[in-house]
């Protein structure tokens, strides 16, 4: 065989076997009967504003509650009464626990938000506290009074302040009632209306101060044995958790409901707060 017929026998030789190799087909993986592994859901995130003491304290303990659930409870915290609304309105937050109904149907009048109650939680006591006297028997002519300035709270104030024997109000004033609604003063108190929140920064300015039940607690006092005078514990102010009307169904939602309507959270609060904070449900 001369050298031309040996290089075109190598040529095909060589073409053949690339063209068997280009032919195989691979293998399909063999079946099998077991379920793929499905990759774990993400959790669904519950954004809810706040106030410090005791709402956020109370939600901490609804935390791994949820995480259960698949839900990862975030708690902002807020020391006012006004940006956990708007918060809520604007959809920046999901839900918010700091309030009770009366507040909520006065600022939604107010500024034209849509918020709903989805539950009722607790109460806290409003209480009177001492600042440069020492009892309410010895509150002297012209006392100073330090009371919240929103409107449902200072109402409320001057109810626990009537329910004392210190003043009178005008039959028709209901919650809402304001100093003007005064009909008797015998001690001709001087009131001073301040942002809730600031209350306890200036007790030791004025005679007594009446300082709702959370700000009370920031501030160290046991309203239970520090205050001169306290609500019942049949107070009409239940603290809620408040969301957006329409939201009120959502999963998430109703699942923190269930949570801080549990037992867990009647026994945390009986427990913590010994009557400064009473479940309501």
């Known amino acids: 065989m001369n050298k031309k017929l040996l290089s075109l026998a190598l040529a095909l030789a060589l073409c053949l076997s690339l063209a068997a190799c280009g032919g195989q087909k691979e293998e399909p993986a063999p079946e099998t009967d077991e379920p793929k592994a499905e990759e774990p859901a993400e959790p ?34 807020y020391n006012d009464y ?4 708007t918060a809520v309105e604007d959809g920046d937050e999901d839900a918010n626990y700091f309030q009770h109904v009366p507040y909520l149907d006065n600022f939604n009048a ?11 939680v607790h109460v806290e006591p409003m209480g009177v506290y001492a ?33 004392q024997g210190l003043i009178t109000l005008s039959e028709d004033a209901g919650l809402e009632a304001t100093p003007n609604d005064l009909v008797e003063n015998p001690k001709n108190l001087q009131f001073t209306e301040l942002e809730a929140a600031m209350l306890p920064n200036v007790l030791t300015e004025v005679d007594i101060a009446v300082i709702n039940s959370n700000y009370a607690l920031d501030a160290g006092f ?9 609500e019942s514990a049949d107070s009409p ?33 009986e427990e913590t707060y010994d009557g400064a904070v009473v479940p309501a449900f």
Not at 110 to 120: D, F, P, R, Y
Not at 222 to 230: G, K
């Open 44 to 77: 669904v995130v519950l954004n809810v504003a706040a106030s410090p003491t005791p709402h956020a304290e109370i939600l901490e303990q609804c935390v791994g509650i949820l995480a259960e659930q698949g839900i990862d409870l975030q708690i902002h915290e």
């Open 82 to 85: 006004v940006i956990p609304n």
């Open 110 to 120: 107010e500024n034209g938000t849509h918020l709903v109650s989805v539950a009722g």
């Open 131 to 163: 600042g440069k006297t020492a009892s309410l028997e010895e509150l002297p002519d012209g006392a100073s009074v330090a009371i919240p300035n929103d409107a449902t709270n200072e109402g409320r104030a001057l109810l626990l302040l009537e329910s």
């Open 222 to 230: 046991n309203p239970v044995e520090d205050s001169l005078a306290i």
């Open 237 to 269: 102010y239940v603290n809620i958790l408040a969301v957006k009307e329409g939201n009120e169904n959502n999963e998430a939602v109703q699942a923190l409901v269930a949570a801080l309507q549990s037992d867990a959270i009647r026994t945390f609060i």
